[in-house]
């Protein structure tokens, strides 16, 4: 077991509060897994699925969307380096059946849920993935299965769609079968953050629950830690994912206070970020997007709404993520009218539309919203990014990428996300260059910042 480390801005302290976490030790000589059911095999599932092999005799990968299965039967999946080689041996060696019948969970010896839960247009939680996958677990559990949810969802999920259906069929929790909560922690296209050396936080409803779920979840890490309740491990990983916005949303308000002094907000947060304690920064950028950060904290906005609990920080900082490409579209028009050029009917390319660099997604992604506000403005917009060819904007409009972005004859180029290997040289040959990521070099450019 890894030892523990925290990262809390408290002068040091941290350390004298180590002892405080219950790490789990997997005992010598454990027994190997038996058979995986893991059920939504998404950017946390066909990972876990992946990594879970070498401690497994069988691995059942079930997801209700057939496209999925026929993409990744095909390798035609949005993996790292690491994860897409190992799809390649674990598909050649036929160690992974492919399943869209939630009836093989039965099969499994353990069960790790890992399907999406996002918001809906109006921001409450979108649990019908959430509460279906959990229907299928529970129809199809037997008596010694380790059922482990990892769904960023809100406080209480584990015990109301899990634990108390079980129990109600005959199965109780700690007995019969091992329940618990362990959210995930997998970051798409971080290679500084692999699944291995990202520990890991599990809830059970039972001590034997947790002690049940944290052996499985070892195979996936080397550090687990313990906590009391899955209500606890729940409320971590909304803790977690509502620091990150909260402190995205001050970043951006930052920027913008160190554009109207006439600073560089990168040079101010880096020299912010010497400080060994009592600061933990984040840089500026055109919004906030995945399937994280733009979604978890409303699970806990919407239960507090049902309490009566005000939570105006969190409901603030959602607000200012959610208004930032506007506030982006608003830079370009304030760019354009300095050199005389109206915004309506300026012709407006995109660098990069997905929500984040080397990754081929675009759920909540920051770029559409913006293209769609710079459209309503009048603006004729395209894009470019070769990751994703075509994108559907919130209205329906599908628009595809531009093959040959430098041929083009644009007003404004806006960097909204570089992606690593794609060439970006056309951009710096565009006559204005707005830079939302803070950090695009564009020497010989109208280069400005949001």
């Not at 939630?102 to 019908?128: G, K, M, N, Y």
């Not at 699944?195 to 070892?218: L, M, N, W, Y």
């Amino acid at each position: 077991m890894a030892a523990a480390s925290l990262s809390l801005a408290i002068n040091g302290r941290e350390r004298l509060l180590s002892d405080d976490l219950v790490a789990f030790a997997r005992p010598v000589g454990a027994a190997r897994l038996g058979t995986v059911a893991v059920v939504g095999l998404g950017y946390v599932g066909l990972p876990t699925a992946l990594a879970v092999q070498d401690a497994t005799d069988r691995v059942i990968g079930v997801d209700v969307d057939p496209a999925r299965l026929a993409a990744i039967a095909a390798r035609d999946v949005d993996l790292d380096d690491d994860s897409a080689r190992a799809l390649e041996l674990v598909l050649d060696a036929g160690r992974i059946d492919l399943t869209p019948d939630p009836a093989a969970i039965a099969e499994a010896d353990v069960v790790i849920v890992c399907v999406p839960t996002p918001v809906q247009d109006d921001r409450t939680p979108d649990l019908r993935a959430l509460r279906g996958a959990c229907e299928a677990v529970v129809e199809h559990a037997r008596p010694g299965q380790v059922v482990v949810l990892t769904s960023t969802t809100y406080v209480g999920t584990t015990r109301e769609l899990l634990a108390e259906p079980l129990h109600a069929r005959g199965l109780v929790p700690g007995t019969d079968v091992h329940v618990a909560f362990s959210p995930e922690r997998i970051d798409p296209g971080n290679h500084d953050h692999r699944q291995r050396e990202t520990p890991r936080v599990v809830g059970g409803i039972t001590a034997d629950c947790a002690s049940a779920a944290a052996a499985v979840i070892a195979a996936l890490t080397d550090s687990v830690f313990l906590v009391s309740s899955p209500e606890a491990a729940e409320l971590t990983k909304l803790y977690e994912n509502i620091f990150r916005a909260v402190s995205l949303a001050l970043a951006n308000e930052f920027a913008d206070a160190c554009g109207a002094l006439g600073l560089d907000p990168i040079e101010v947060t880096l020299a912010a970020g010497t400080k060994p304690y009592g600061f933990l920064g984040a840089f500026p950028g055109p919004g906030v997007g995945g399937h994280c950060i733009p979604c978890d904290p409303h699970y806990l906005l919407w239960q507090l709404r049902g309490t009566g609990t005000a939570a105006p920080v969190v409901g603030a900082a959602m607000s200012a993520i959610e208004d930032r490409p506007h506030r982006v579209a608003e830079r370009a028009g304030e760019m354009l009218a300095a050199d005389g050029v109206d915004l309506a009917g300026a012709r407006v390319v995109v660098a990069g539309v997905s929500y984040k660099a080397g990754v081929r997604d675009v759920r909540e992604s920051p770029a559409l919203p913006l293209i769609a506000a710079l459209a309503d403005r009048g603006a004729a917009v395209s894009y470019h990014d070769p990751l994703m060819p075509e994108i559907r904007l919130a209205d329906g409009r599908v628009l595809r990428s531009e093959p040959d972005p430098g041929a083009g004859s644009w007003d404004l180029a806006i960097v909204q996300v570089v992606h690593p290997g794609v060439d970006h040289d056309w951009v710096r040959r565009c006559p204005r260059v707005l830079d939302a990521t803070y950090r695009f070099g564009a020497p010989g450019t109208a280069r400005e910042v949001v």
